[in-house]
């Protein structure tokens, strides 16, 4: 009997990596709406796009990581051939 643990975490990993690229998005739109007092020093702006790049690299990395466990397609052709 098969545990069906690993898919389980495979799949809320996936669904954090949407979260994450959904904020990141969210944060990108929120930088450009961002009006500092103080147009000569946009720290404001910087600041959230610095945390909006964080959010999308985090996304990124994590969906690297489970693209490298899924089975390459060459493989699973093979096996349905069989």
């Not at 450009?32 to 103080?38: A, C, F, G, L, R």
Request: charged residues 30%.
């Amino acid at each position: 009997m098969e545990s069906k643990a690993p898919d389980i975490l495979f799949d809320n990993c996936l669904r954090l990596v949407e979260k994450w690229e959904v904020t990141a998005r969210n944060k990108f739109v929120s930088a450009d709406n961002n009006k500092d007092d103080h147009s000569d020093s946009p720290t404001g702006k910087r600041l959230i796009e610095h945390g909006a790049m964080c959010y999308y690299n985090c996304a990124q990395d994590l969906r690297e990581v489970l693209s490298s466990l899924l089975p390459s397609p060459s493989t699973t052709q093979e096996g349905d051939q069989k």
